[in-house]
Every structure is written in structure tokens, then in C-alpha cells.
């Protein structure tokens, strides 16, 4: 079964600088998308940042980019120039690339943004 | 575009009723609808995968006859807490998705408070 891995239960930046937010996963598959949902007190989570994983290009946002490395099996976050909005919780999430479209979700990184 | 809506998004209930959330696609098709609690500072826990006209596939150790699912057409799925306990009080959250890129698009969650 595929495995996502969030090492970090809480981090904290101040505002306007950078941050990095470490995801590994483990899966045998070679066909797959990866993703990063931030959930802010809200609770509605929100996609911030996709990545299919045979794009050896890395997926950039705005001022979310990720560094995917396959190989390794890691998926890591930055966020820049980091804004008080950005306060919430990170869930790194794993599907497989075929039909079955369950995601596997990491346990979260809550990410405290200072002024 | 991609929006999903849950209906209600609060519910206080007695010990020993039924309690029934709708999750609506409300600007498209979803081929495949998904069920999540999610306790406390914790991560999305997948209860069941729904599709339109068929059976509810459940994630082990969910009651099926506990948790009943309904998926009536392709942009409405319901799930009904059945004799609902303390124990049941939880966000739960839906999804759905279009197939595309196996992005899925969240509700805003519904808070169930078991009296």
C-alpha cells in the first residue's frame, strides 16, 4: 500500500519569507500525481499545487513551487514571500495514475505564518 | 468551475437517530464521489468511494450498515449516519472528481455533534 510521509507536524515562517514543507511517499507504481491541499481554519481544504510524476519538471503556482524527485520519492513544498494568509494546514496526498482515484493523505504539516 | 457543496454544514443530533449529508457537484459531473472524517488536528481519514448506480466500496474497518451511502445520480451522493452515538460526532467531508488528472474537489465539510 502507498505511504505518504510528512515528518514536520508544525512549522513556522515569518511573514514575506520563504518556507519548505517536506512530503516522501512510497509506491511501486511508476504512473502517478501528487498533490499538496491546504486546509485553513475554514476546514475547506484547497488545492495549492499538482504534480503528475512523469513531468520531470517541477509544478510552480504563483509562489508555491514544489521540488520533485522522483528517484528519492520526495515531493517538498516552498512556499515564497509567505503571507499571513498562508497560515494553515499542509497535507502532502498521493493517487495512483490508473482510474481509481484515491488519494492517500499525509498527516499534515500546520504552518504558522508571524507578522 | 468545480465546485461542491454539503448540506448541512452543522448538525447537533440525538444519541440513537439517523443523520443524513448531501454532497452535490453543483457545476459538474463527477464520475466518482468521495467520503472523509476527519477528527481533530488530524488528517483525512477515506471512509468509502462512491459511483452513480452502484454499490459504495468501504474502506476496511468502516460499518458499512453504520455509514449508508447513496449515490442517486451523477452530481448528488448522500451519506447517512445510521443510529448515531458520541463516538460518531466528527467533520466529515466529501469530494468528487472528474477523472481529470485524478484531482479531486472538496465540500466545505459538515461538523456532526451527537448529543
Known amino acids: 500500500a502507498q505511504t505518504v510521509t510528512q515528518s514536520q507536524p508544525e512549522m513556522s515562517v515569518q511573514e514575506a519569507e520563504t518556507v519548505t514543507l517536506s512530503c516522501t511517499y512510497d509506491t511501486s507504481e511508476s504512473d502517478y500525481y501528487l498533490f499538496w491541499y491546504k486546509q485553513p481554519p475554514s476546514r475547506q481544504m484547497i488545492l495549492v499545487i499538482r504534480?503528475?510524476?512523469?513531468?520531470?519538471q517541477n509544478a510552480t503556482e504563483n509562489r508555491f513551487s514544489v521540488n520533485f524527485q522522483k528517484a528519492a520519492k520526495s515531493f517538498s513544498l516552498k512556499i515564497s514571500d509567505s503571507q499571513l494568509g498562508d497560515a494553515a494546514m499542509y497535507f502532502c496526498?498521493?493517487?495512483?495514475?490508473?482510474?481509481?482515484?484515491?488519494?492517500?493523505f499525509g498527516k499534515g504539516t500546520l504552518l504558522t505564518v508571524n507578522p | 468551475g468545480a465546485v461542491v457543496s454539503q448540506h448541512p454544514s452543522r448538525v447537533i443530533c440525538k444519541s440513537g437517530t439517523s443523520v443524513k449529508i448531501e454532497c452535490r457537484s453543483l457545476?459538474?459531473?463527477?464520475?466518482?464521489m468521495f467520503w472523509y472524517r476527519q477528527f481533530p488536528k488530524q488528517s483525512l481519514m477515506l471512509m468509502a468511494t462512491?459511483?452513480?448506480?452502484?454499490?459504495?466500496?468501504?474502506e476496511q474497518g468502516v460499518e458499512k450498515d453504520k455509514f449508508l451511502i447513496n449515490h442517486a445520480s451523477l452530481t448528488l451522493s448522500t451519506l447517512t449516519v445510521t443510529s448515531a452515538h458520541p463516538e460518531d460526532s466528527s467533520f466529515y467531508i466529501c469530494?468528487?472528481?472528474?477523472?481529470?488528472?485524478?484531482?479531486?474537489?472538496f465540500g466545505p465539510g459538515t461538523r456532526l455533534t451527537v448529543l
Open positions: 496526498a498521493y493517487c495512483d495514475g490508473g482510474s481509481n482515484y484515491k488519494l492517500t
Open positions: 457545476d459538474f459531473q463527477a464520475t466518482t
Open positions: 469530494s468528487a472528481t472528474l477523472g481529470l488528472a485524478n484531482e479531486q474537489f
Open positions: 462512491s459511483n452513480e448506480g452502484s454499490k459504495a466500496t468501504y
Open positions: 504534480q503528475e510524476a512523469y513531468k520531470q
